[in-house]
């Protein structure tokens, strides 16, 4: 039986040892904020307009709280999703808390305060509870204490431990979970478009109108956190930059970034507006260390929920990676667990393809699928870079430590690289269940030396 049918017992028990990539840099800041939106407003004429808003006292505020080296990053898309049917964007809030840690009271405590906040904001009795995983746990926990259930009108138990503790404080409630959702795997089922038709429903009490996510018609207004992953704490002293990119090059548009800040303790930036048609790189610099440059697809929506996962320069990712000038390190991350064989007992194709590939004029790399058997069906991020035991070549094994850690994995893929730059690398992906559909990124081939990349593909498809 494949990966993605592990028990939520087991994914709790598991280390994540942080997704992030180093993320400080000894240049590149101005060290003041900039202007914080585009020039253009960024309307998008062939985009779509939400759904006239839901009454206030259907839609109540919604609290999600994450789990086991998660973060509001889970939530990103359903609340896209809500927002797209007419649910206020502003009453979606995440509770982040420290993916790695044990202090479930204080937890609960934190939870308490969020659902305070947003009680008193919108001058409601009660929220709508969201927990995946082991925020399930930190959420049963929080209602077994008969004050803070009189908080809760409903609770969503995301493939987690259920609805006894909601049961037993008379809280309606639903389980969705990978048994309901063939299929699925673990993180899939906080962010799939099948789940959030089932939640949608039973807090609105009707059908969602829209399941998929497109390009909304007025400007796209993102912001969020910069965090030290697993932690969840702010890159506090760091400076983020956003920049445009030219067309789908990779490379910059223009000499300056369009937003450029200076994060305090809690990491927070935004508000920043962009165009729903174009890519965007976002740079995070600290004195010391090396840049992280970070290449997503396109914002087809607003998101309040936006999270750059970073870390120091001894975070694990870094510490364990083969690191040398001549080549580049990637770390691909997808809210949608990758498949590296097909599931015989569902329709179609349902392996994922990932395809990388290098272009420089002294001699490029050729295009490699690093998708391999040993993925196992379960992992969130691929770590790829050159091995040190197989330097330049492409051997395709599993790298040392990373095969290791769960929800995670490493394989050895040679992407030459320079400093500067003098290439171009590009990462396909053909998403299974939809090969026809392939999401590509591309980026100038960063020298792993002073630069980390993070690619990050949207766990829904984007034109």
């Known amino acids: 039986m494949l990966l993605r049918t592990s028990t939520v017992l087991g994914a709790l028990a598991l280390t ?14 101005k060290g003041e904020p900039a202007e914080e939106e585009a020039e253009s407003n960024g309307e998008n004429p062939d985009g779509v307009d939400d759904l006239p808003p839901l009454p206030d ?43 790695a840690g044990v202090d479930y009271t204080g937890y609960a405590d934190g939870v308490d305060g969020v659902i305070d906040g947003v009680l008193a904001e919108y001058g409601v009795d009660k ?30 138990s995301l493939d987690g431990f259920g609805c006894a503790a909601a049961d037993a404080a008379s809280i309606p409630c639903i389980a ?25 429903e039973f807090l609105v009490g009707s059908p969602p109108e829209v399941v998929d996510i497109v390009p909304q018609r007025k400007p796209v207004v993102i912001s969020g956190r910069a965090v030290n992953f697993p932690a969840n704490t702010g ?38 507006t962009l165009d729903s048609r174009k890519l965007y790189e976002k740079v995070l610099f600290s004195p010391g260390g090396t840049s992280q440059h970070i290449y997503a697809q396109r914002y087809p929506r607003s998101s309040t929920l936006a999270r750059i996962l970073s870390g120091a320069p001894d975070a694990p990712s870094r510490v364990n990676a083969n690191i040398t000038p001549d080549h580049a390190n990637l770390i691909v991350l997808r809210m949608r667990e990758w498949y590296a064989t097909d599931d015989p007992d569902l329709p179609g194709d ?17 295009p490699v699928n690093a998708i391999q058997s040993f993925v196992a069906n379960g992992a969130i991020a691929l770590h790829i870079h050159d091995d ?29 690289a320079a400093e500067p730059a003098d290439g171009t690398i590009t990462v396909k992906n053909l998403p299974r269940g939809d090969a026809s559909a392939p999401q590509v990124l591309r980026f100038p081939n960063w020298s792993a030396e002073n630069h980390t990349v993070m690619v990050m593909f949207s766990d829904y498809a984007v034109d």
């Open 127 to 156: 929220v709508y509870l969201v927990g995946h995983s082991r925020g399930t746990s930190v959420s049963s926990g929080y209602m077994g204490d008969p004050a803070r259930a009189a908080k809760v009108a409903k609770y969503i």
């Open 350 to 366: 349902e392996s994922d393809v990932l395809e990388i590939s290098t272009e420089r004029p002294s001699g490029g790399a050729a």
């Open 176 to 200: 969705p979970n990978q048994g309901e959702l063939p299929g699925q795997a673990h993180v899939e089922v906080a962010t799939s478009k099948e789940c959030f038709a089932k939640q949608y």
């Open 235 to 272: 890159r506090d002293g760091t400076t983020l930059q956003i920049w445009e990119l030219e067309g789908d090059s990779g490379e910059r548009a223009g000499t300056t970034p369009i937003y450029e800040k200076v994060l305090g303790p809690d990491g927070d930036f935004g508000p920043v």
């Open 57 to 99: 006292d259907v839609a109540l505020p919604i609290v999600f709280v994450h789990g086991f080296a998660g973060s509001a990053q889970q939530y990103q898309s359903q609340a896209m999703r809500f927002a797209a049917n007419g649910y206020p964007a502003d009453r979606i809030r995440a509770f982040d808390h420290d993916g």
């Open 388 to 416: 040190a035991a197989t330097p330049k070549e492409s051997s395709l094994s599993a790298l040392p430590f990373f095969s290791t850690q769960p929800f995670q994995t490493g394989v050895d893929v040679y992407m030459p």
């Open 16 to 29: 994540f040892n942080l997704l992030a990539c180093s993320s400080d840099d000894t240049g590149g800041s």
